[in-house]
C-alpha cells in the first residue's frame, strides 16, 4: 500500500465507502478541488493504483475563544481535515489510522514550516469514536451544523510521540 497525492492515474471508479456523499466527492470533485480551485489536497491510500482510502487535508484556522486557548491571537491556523473515507473491502485493517497519522505528519511539518496549532474535523456522529480513540476533543462553535467539530492539539500529538 502506498499514500500519495491523488493523480488522473489512480482508479477511483470502484471505490465504496458504504457512503454516496463520501464515494461522490473522490470520484467527481477531489481531484478538481486540487488543481483547479486549490481548495484541499487529496492523499489517497493505493494498491496497484486502485484507492482503497482518501484523506482531504487543508490549511485552515479556528476562532481562539473555541478551544480556550491563551494564545494573542483570534485566529489560530489549523490543518482541516475535509473527508477521510476507506473502501468497504478495507474498513477495519487500520488504514484509517494510517491516514490520519499521515496527515498528523503532514500538521507537524505545517508547524514547524509555517505554524500550526493542531488538527480540526468536521466529524459526523458515527466518526466521532475513531476520532476520540486519537485524543481528538469536541470544540465550540457558534455555527449550527451536521457535523462535530473535533480538535486536536500539536501539543497533545507531542506529547503522544514521546
Do not use: W
Amino acid at each position: 500500500m502506498i499514500i500519495e497525492k491523488l493523480s488522473k492515474n489512480h482508479k477511483r471508479e470502484d471505490f465504496d465507502c458504504g457512503n454516496n456523499f463520501l464515494n461522490d466527492f473522490l470520484k467527481k470533485y477531489a481531484y478538481q478541488n486540487q488543481i483547479r480551485y486549490l481548495v484541499g489536497v487529496t492523499y489517497v491510500a493505493h494498491i496497484e493504483n486502485v484507492v482503497i482510502g482518501y484523506i482531504t487535508i487543508s490549511a485552515s484556522s479556528i476562532k481562539r475563544v473555541s478551544i480556550d486557548n491563551k494564545k494573542p491571537y483570534d485566529d489560530l491556523p489549523v490543518l482541516r481535515v475535509g473527508r477521510l473515507a476507506i473502501d468497504k473491502e478495507y474498513q477495519h485493517k487500520s488504514i484509517g489510522k494510517l491516514l490520519l497519522k499521515f496527515a498528523i505528519k503532514k500538521a507537524i511539518e505545517l508547524k514547524e514550516n509555517y505554524g500550526c496549532i493542531g488538527i480540526v474535523v468536521d466529524a459526523k456522529e458515527e466518526a466521532k469514536k475513531f476520532y476520540k480513540k486519537y485524543g481528538f476533543i469536541e470544540i465550540n462553535t457558534l455555527q449550527k451544523s451536521l457535523t462535530t467539530p473535533m480538535y486536536l492539539s500539536i501539543k497533545t500529538i507531542k506529547e503522544s510521540l514521546q
